[in-house]
């Protein structure tokens, strides 16, 4: 009788020394940031980095006020095959042309007008962008900003990537949509840098990125206020055009931010962001630059540059470069 009570004394014993100790194994269980990434170099750097500028105490701590990360949109947080805002500048245009019967025979409305896709793509990756820039001033300027952010939520609604069959927005790469956050929880100030027009960006930057809207960054013109049959409004403007491309992306985000960023990203298609990834590489603090390289032809596209400008400057900085291919483990949430 005595050897089964202790028996039974033994087992209660263990049993709740189990229901105590379990449980606060599983609860001390690390959570992955980053699940949409395959465990490899470039995630475990990123992670280190993470670590080594948030960890006080650590030589390489950096103070939360000073965690800048700028991002490049097209190409790094969604896919740029086709270009969304030249998608939407098209679809505009299209609705414009009835009124505009000469733009059948000017290019670049013509190429638009014909369906001619290469003439546009070879000005984005040869000529950055300055034949799309006239279809932007055309359907980007003279309106209120009201009206500009309801035909860009339209044009959303209504048109689906050709591809992928979802809205553009739902385009944004899932991957790089958990580094955001991530950042943003290890009390990073995440901004969007890219050489589309700002407000396009705006409309939609928080909905889609987390990123609030006065933390993009882009090519614009100088707007005006003016009186519009009674109420004041902020109208787009065609004049002065900055263009935050290239070489310009430094000084765009000097501008706009006053400060370094110690993380960028960018991708491979046009060399149009070696600028503000070199940028971050100028900042005495600690920094990481992040190159997306497009190799997935069968989940998203393929693409490379001609003179492979960016892949060469990220072996001569030391930047780390994403293989879609490799370093994903899904691309889109969809």
């Known amino acids: 009788m005595k050897n089964t009570k202790t028996s039974h004394l033994r087992y209660a014993i263990l049993t709740l ?26 995630k475990l750097a990123i992670t ?12 390489d701590f950096v103070a939360p006020e000073e965690r800048i990360a700028a991002f490049d949109n097209d190409g790094t947080l969604w896919a740029e095959q086709p270009v969304v805002q030249l998608e939407y500048a098209s679809y505009q245009i299209k609705k414009m042309s009835p009124q505009h019967p000469e ?13 001619d896709t290469e003439y546009l793509i070879n000005d984005y990756i040869n000529n950055h962008g300055k034949e799309m820039f006239k279809l932007i001033m055309a359907t ?19 048109v689906k990537h050709p591809k992928f069959k979802q809205s553009y927005n739902n385009t944004a790469y899932q991957p790089m949509l ?6 943003r929880n290890n009390k990073f100030k995440t901004y969007l840098s890219y050489g589309g027009g700002v407000s396009f960006m705006r409309v939609i930057a928080m909905d889609t ?17 003016e009186q519009v049959n009674g109420e004041w409004r902020i109208i787009k403007g065609s004049k002065n055009m900055f263009m935050h491309d290239g070489v310009t992306k430094p000084v765009g985000i ?26 971050s590489q100028s900042n005495e603090l600690p920094n ?47």
């Open 178 to 183: 958990e580094l955001l956050t991530y950042l």
């Open 103 to 115: 733009w059948k025979s000017q290019n670049p409305y013509k190429a638009v007008l014909e369906g």
């Open 288 to 334: 990481f630059q992040l190159l997306i390289n497009h190799d997935d032809d069968a989940r998203e596209f393929s693409y490379a540059e001609k003179d492979n400008a960016s892949l060469n400057a990220a072996k001569s900085g030391g930047w780390h470069v994403v293989s879609m291919k490799r370093d994903w483990r899904r691309i889109f949430s969809f």
């Open 48 to 59: 280190k980095f993470v670590a080594s500028v948030t960890t006080k105490g650590n030589p």
């Open 254 to 279: 000097e501008l706009r931010i006053g400060r370094i960023p110690i993380f960028v990203g960018g991708n491979v298609r046009s060399g149009g962001d070696i600028g503000q990834l070199t940028y």
């Open 140 to 158: 980007h300027t003279g309106m209120s900003i009201q009206d500009y952010n309801k035909r860009v939520l339209e044009f959303l609604q209504t």
């Open 209 to 225: 990125y987390g990123i609030v809207p006065e933390n993009v960054i882009g090519s614009f013109a100088i707007n005006s206020f």
């Open 17 to 42: 020394c189990f229901a105590i100790i379990f449980p606060a194994i599983a609860a001390k269980k690390p959570v992955d940031p980053l699940p949409s990434w395959n465990n490899g170099a470039v």
